[in-house]
């Protein structure tokens, strides 16, 4: 049986074994053999994603509305890259969540994400994308809020929030899509597309660029992840970092024409956004001091390169073939280091001080990948990157590759603070048995990646890459370095608070609320002021008229003649008797 049989055999039950070990987890009867199994529920996947012929397609015209499954080369690359971490978070959540009384719970939710994120990778239909897409978006709810702690269930609600909006602009995007063009795969979207009005086909992109964004932390739209990977369980953060996060990248190369016709202005807004999110994220994750924080923050800076890559791609349809491998390569090197370095944090500060200290050694190898230090997969994928860059128009052609070299040097800053923050402590419990072991896995995945691809598809090797492009970085982190600990830098940093832009706005908001109440009251006062004035005017004239009618009255009386003769009598006399001009005696 040659590998292409057993790849037909095993495509449609390695991606739904997942979803049926879900259901069994409803039935008592079934519910410990299903929870016995669900650590390993992505090996059949995993085996498909390894035996997958060059291309491969499968066309189901009575499924839905005319199911097409398949992998081409870019597909095979984020199945394998998402069956092995699904594989490893599911063997280490096995070990992590052993005594946890929510264990079954986190399980199912777990289940069904993976059913989800497998599905819409295979799926080359709209339909089947976007229910594979959702699926994988809400069960990652359950992920979210597991431990139900206040920080959780807000994460799990802004969580929620973005989710729903991005569903929307999704369904309204692929639904207009597919009523104008009458396509429902996407190979015949792309044509589709190219021809379509410009007003039309912008909306689209609109919709799509910004709902498939929500899940890849495009900038602005990126508010969530911070908030979600601290709480969720170790296991579940690594996938949603390494692996869901690449559905929205995924998204974007699915739908859009890219490679058919030149977008100028997409492609200058995309990496204009992509580089933005580049220095944006190491900027605020340097701040941080919960490592996974940090992480979430790396995640957004490493998706804002390829974001960028793909704004490239947008410019140069022609230099498209050769940028795409290079997207994949940097998801899959992206994908296992920072899935390695979220369970790595969930065990790094064990109380024997000579395993924690061989951990966080360990710790250094991805962290390293992400720098791009040179022998590394890291090095490799910013390379290949840095290299089609220069397919891109003037300015850009220039300008890339200088802003990716200080990206590298940003990142290598952000993975010193992370070591620092991971340093080894003591004080915290030993990690479980079996949480080694699965990371371990992972490491070497992280290792053998570069060589992998090159063998599988005839990139430059590792021996090609130039080391003084990747060693530069490294060296003048590590004096930056020196510099921060020598004085003490590190230490003092005040973090930004988690969700940076949604936490600005949710502050402006609730000055907002506080001027206005302060402005309602303020014109409350005012009117109150206002109606005093008018009383206490209203009774100063009021009195004024009655003085005035009083004197009126004294006045009318004092002008009778009897009555002024009267009274120059008495004056008169007054007067005499006090200068004694009347001779009467007083004494």
């Known amino acids: 049986m040659n590998s292409a049989t057993i790849f037909n055999n095993l495509l449609l039950p390695g991606v739904f074994w997942p979803f049926l070990l879900a259901c069994l987890m409803g039935f008592r009867t079934t519910r410990a053999l299903a929870l016995s199994l669900a650590p390993w529920a992505a090996l059949p996947a995993l085996a498909v994603s390894l035996l997958t012929p060059d291309t491969a397609y499968w066309h189901f015209p009575s499924m839905l509305f005319g199911s097409e499954i398949g992998l081409n080369a870019t597909g095979q690359v984020f199945l394998l890259l998402t069956t092995v971490l699904w594989t490893v978070s599911g063997v280490y959540a096995g070990a992590y969540l052993r ?21 819409l990778i295979v ?77 039309d086909r912008n909306t689209v992109f609109l919709l799509g660029i910004a709902g498939f964004g929500i899940k890849a932390g495009l900038f602005g739209l990126h508010v969530w992840l911070p908030l979600a990977h601290p709480v969720a369980p170790t296991p579940a953060s690594a996938v949603l970092s390494g692996a869901m996060i690449k559905a929205g990248l995924l998204g974007w190369l699915q739908l859009l024409p890219l490679g058919i016709i030149a977008l100028p202005g997409w492609g200058t807004a995309m990496i204009m956004l992509g580089l933005t999110a580049a220095f944006y994220g190491v900027a605020v994750g340097l701040t941080q001091r919960d490592p996974k924080t940090l992480l979430a923050y790396s995640s957004i800076s490493q998706m804002g390169i ?44 064990g109380n024997d001080y000579r395993q924690r ?33 220069l397919y891109a128009p003037a300015p850009w052609d220039t300008l890339l590759p200088l802003l990716l070299s200080v990206s590298a040097l940003a990142t290598a800053l952000l993975m010193a603070r992370l070591l620092y923050l991971m340093r080894p402590a003591a004080g915290s419990p030993a ?37 003084r492009d990747g060693l530069w ?63 206490i005017l209203a009774y100063l004239t009021g009195l004024s008229m009655i003085v005035k009618e ?29 200068a004694g001009f009347i001779g009467i005696n007083i004494h």
């Open 123 to 199: 799926s080359q239909d709209l339909f089947g994308f976007y229910l594979g897409f959702s699926l994988m978006s809400f069960a990652a709810y359950g992920l979210v809020v597991h431990d139900r702690s206040a920080a959780a269930l807000r994460a799990g609600r802004i969580y929620m929030i973005l989710t729903i909006a991005a569903e929307l602009m999704l369904f309204v995007a692929l639904l207009m899509a597919a009523g104008i063009t009458g396509a429902m795969t996407f190979d015949a979207l792309h044509t589709g597309l190219a021809m379509m009005d410009a007003v």
């Open 431 to 467: 990690p479980a048995a079996g949480l080694i072991g699965p990371w371990v896995v992972l490491l070497s995945t992280v290792l053998l990646a570069p060589w992998w691809f090159a063998t599988a598809t005839g990139a430059p090797g590792m021996d090609s890459m130039p080391v």
């Open 473 to 535: 970085p490294v060296l003048a982190t590590a004096a930056a370095t020196w510099v921060v600990l020598r004085l003490g830098i590190f230490r003092t940093i005040r973090p930004l608070p988690a969700g940076d832009i949604l936490a600005l706005t949710t502050h402006v908001l609730r000055l907002t609320r506080l001027s206005h109440h302060f402005g309602s009251e303020l014109a409350r006062f005012s009117v109150g002021w206002g109606k005093l004035q008018t009383g």
């Open 99 to 119: 005594h946890s009384a929510q264990r079954e719970a986190f399980h199912v939710f777990f289940l069904l994400s993976m059913t989800g994120n497998f599905v």
């Open 357 to 389: 200290r061989w951990i966080w050694f360990a710790l250094w190898l991805p962290a390293l990948a992400l720098a791009g230090v040179p022998w590394t997969s890291g090095m490799l994928a910013k390379q290949l990157i840095k290299t089609h860059t």
């Open 306 to 349: 390829m974001t960028m890559a793909v704004g490239v791609g947008m410019l140069m349809p022609d230099a498209w073939p050769l940028i795409l491998p290079a997207i994949a390569f940097y998801a899959l090197h992206h994908g296992l280091s920072k899935g390695a370095l979220f369970l790595g944090a969930g065990f790094s500060r």
């Open 550 to 578: 009083r004197l009126q009255k004294m006045e009318n009386y004092l002008s009778r003649w009897d009555v002024a003769m009267l009274c120059a009598i008495i004056i008169a006399v007054a007067m005499g008797m006090h």
